[in-house]
């Protein structure tokens, strides 16, 4: 990488009527949709800069970019947007002293960002009561030259689009947005923070929100494309690789067949994620435990991870350990659907069998991640100091009962500075009593591992909320992205060596989504690599369960659902078209094995693919991702059917329907 270059950014701000001026509590990013505004350099208070801000001029943002040794640069974008708005970024370029200035709507707060194909900066900008603030910024690392990322715009026929506005933000830093405008070959070379999204939008064309990160490197080309080219028909050779490469795969089956294992579970991989496009496909639930058994008894893992309530998993994964306890009463005190289902006490009973006899170092885990419902958790960490310190267990009791009280009590704690300080305290010196080799050998290494990972989980907790009050609910995402990361690896570490399967929805297993926020897949491929082997499921027609919140429904029914195959080009249509007449109960396809070309093209862009969540509400645009890069490898369950309840998983309708 060539020699690191500074920018400085120096910004006046004058307001005339933005004096007790109100800014939004929770920031949010910009909306897609409104239009930028590009001012010219030097735009007098009256400019008019678009629709980004036509409405609010009052304010004038004025100052210099420059290098590190105080030299201007000119040309540089400076993107400036209300701190908390709502409204896209009014863009202004530098000219040859390197100064811009530019009319704003009035606020209290201003993000102003510089970027450059050398480098990025960033400053917070405050008006107060009128008078000038003046802000230097120094960044001290910014890439320059190769190590700027580069990114094609596409125009919905496909052909470079030059001269085009592009904007980019970062998915962890929310709120703020950088700019660059592409070459005439439709190329834009720029360094901006290592991860988030990047779009466009003018009169003619609107693209897709393309996310980026830790699997795009220096040199790699991210493609920004028009939103109408997402009705493009993939390319003839996807359906001709597909029917070649795909191996087919039956959750009913009683071992893994090899080209599925190659495919989906990896000897060298630590973590396999495996997802789910919908929690209601029974298929993904019989599929998923015939990858798991294969993990357990062939790649020696010996923790699963579901993305469920971690307190109310522990009674499960002490069925699954010991064979004490009830496993229905466990799932139905869950009070999750999802996971109250036939399929999933199947696999349970599977863990039973496979643990017993074993000796305790050598027993599968099941725990819960990215979920927690703090009654549990907090009673259990209780329960483990009244065992093991017997006179500190009514002062655990007294600082962690807020968090047994209903939520809006314990974020009331959270949102305060001094109950958070104390709660923080608490559970540090909660953490150090029952980390003592006397603790430990009072609780036991399994007990006390799990302990451990209680109180991760309660501090994860209370972090993500807290960033999702304070900081609005981008940064909450971001929080409980790394908090799900953290839990997987905090439990594959203490119980498992390093290693687990875990069982989540695809929004949360792929590496990336369509906002660049929130993705816990994200996270642990930043920190495990190629270690990280993320599985994406997928099913083109069928039925699945959720509740049914259509129009006209009761809406607290879980019930099955009918869903046909979209005819809106999509990956589950391209996915039916090359599997054809043959109807397999699912195929997979490892996309680190697409051929160069056109092929390998189409999976590297986004396209549609369908999310279901607890709930429906009717046919909707499927979120965007782009496939090969969420994802090492694709399940397709051609027909898919739903979940089957047990006795205590039913939610039927409260209330007739109207």
Known sequence: MSSLTSLFVA????????????TPALPAPPVPGAEPALAAPGAADDARPGAAASDHVGARLAGRVVNAVNAPVPGALVAVAVDGGQRAPVVVETDGDGAFAVAVEPASHYLVTATTRAGHAEVRASASGGKPAAVDLRLDSVAAGDGALEFEVVDDRGAPRGGQLVFFSGSTAPGWTWAARSDAAGIARVAVPDEGIAWFEDAAH??????????????????????????????????????????????????????????????DADIVGLGASSPGVG??????????????????????????????????????RTGRGDPAAALAAMGWWSWDVVEARAFIDWLRAFNRGRPPTKRVHLVGVGAVRTRLETDAVVAA?????????????????????????????????????????????????????????????????????TLLALRSAARSRRADLEQGPLAGRAARARAFADEVLAHADRLGDGRAVLWAHNDRVGRANVDGVGAAGRELASRLGSRYRPVGFAFGRGRFRAYDRRPGQPGDAVVPIEFPLPPAP????????????????AVAVDLRRAPAGPVRSHLARVRRMHSLGGSYRGPAEPPLVAPSAAFDALVFVPAATPTTPTATGVRGPKRPAP
Request: glycine share 6%; with cysteine; charged share 20%.
């Open 206 to 267: 609107r693209s897709v929100p393309t996310a980026y990160g830790p699997a795009v490197g220096a040199g790699d080309r991210i493609v920004v494309v028009a939103r109408a080219a997402l009705n493009a028909p993939p390319p003839t050779q996807l359906a001709a690789w597909v029917a070649d490469a795909a191996a087919e795969v039956d959750g009913a089956a009683a071992a893994l067949p090899p080209a599925v294992a190659a495919a989906v579970a990896d000897a």
């Open 385 to 453: 100091i009244r065992d093991c310190a017997p006179g500190r267990g009514a002062w655990a009791q007294a600082e962690l009962a807020p968090l047994r009280d209903p939520r809006p009590k314990a974020e009331a704690l959270i949102l305060d500075v001094r109950g958070w300080k104390r709660y923080g305290a608490a559970l540090t010196e909660l953490t150090t009593l029952l980390s003592t080799r006397a603790a430990r050998r009072c609780l036991g290494s399994p007990r006390a591992a799990l302990v451990e990972s």
């Open 11 to 22: 910004a006046f701000l004058t307001c005339a009527a933005c004096a007790g001026s109100a």
């Open 283 to 320: 298929e993904y639930f019989a599929l998923r435990a015939l990858i798991t058994r294969f993990l357990v008894a062939r790649r020696g893992v010996r923790v699963v991870a579901w993305e469920a309530p971690w307190g109310a998993m522990l009674a499960l994964d002490r069925y699954v």
């Open 570 to 585: 999509c990956l589950a249509t391209s996915l039916a078209a090359a599997v054809g007449d043959k109807q397999p109960v």
